[in-house]
């Protein structure tokens, strides 16, 4: 997204707190159950026609990009463009944007995009609230990503899988919930 500055005397463009973001989701979102102590949460959101269908929580530590956590509304009946998430895209979103603090080779992910190696299909056990879930899932060049349908929302997971265990055990959070 482009962002044009104000002209004099206009006010930049409002962002929304997490707080705002989550009131105006509507709806629970997931998030990890255990995430490692010191990593830092990022927030990001997308949606359609001015209506807020995705809501991206990203964990970090320091500077390495660590699991990322997707949870997707449907978009209202008369918008022009509909949701969707596959598990390539977020697969592949992912990957490009993965970096390491021990990452010598910073080409390394765009190298991994361009030319990705073959996904391999599967299943697994996601962890939601305690309750297991079989979720689809699709792995390639050292990360996986999951997907679990619960009723209209669409959760997404992915992180390198050195990480599998903390990035399958979800919890749901609502407004006024701390992230």
Not at 38 to 58: A, E, K, N, P, S
Request: glycine fraction near 8%.
């Amino acid at each position: 997204m482009f962002r044009i500055p104000p002209g004099a005397g206009q006010p930049g463009p409002a962002i929304p707190t997490h707080e705002e973001t989550l009131r105006e989701f509507a709806r629970p979102v997931a998030v990890l159950a255990h995430p490692a102590p010191g990593w830092t949460i990022l927030l990001g959101r997308d949606g359609t026609d001015g209506y807020l269908t995705d809501v991206d929580v990203q964990y970090a530590h320091q500077r390495s990009y660590r699991v990322r956590v997707r949870t997707t509304r449907p978009a209202p009946a008369n918008s022009r463009i509909k949701s969707s998430m596959s598990l390539d895209d977020i697969l592949g979103n992912t990957i490009a944007n993965f970096t390491d603090e021990d990452d010598l080779d910073p080409m390394a992910s765009v190298e991994a995009l361009l030319n990705p190696a073959p996904t391999t299909p599967g299943e697994t056990l996601l962890r939601l609230d305690g309750q297991e879930h079989t979720a689809r899932t699709a792995a390639r060049n050292g990360f996986f990503a999951a997907k679990l349908e619960i009723g209209d929302q669409t959760i997404a997971v992915a992180a390198p899988e050195i990480l599998r265990d903390v990035a399958l055990d979800l919890t749901w959070i609502q407004p006024g919930q701390s992230l």
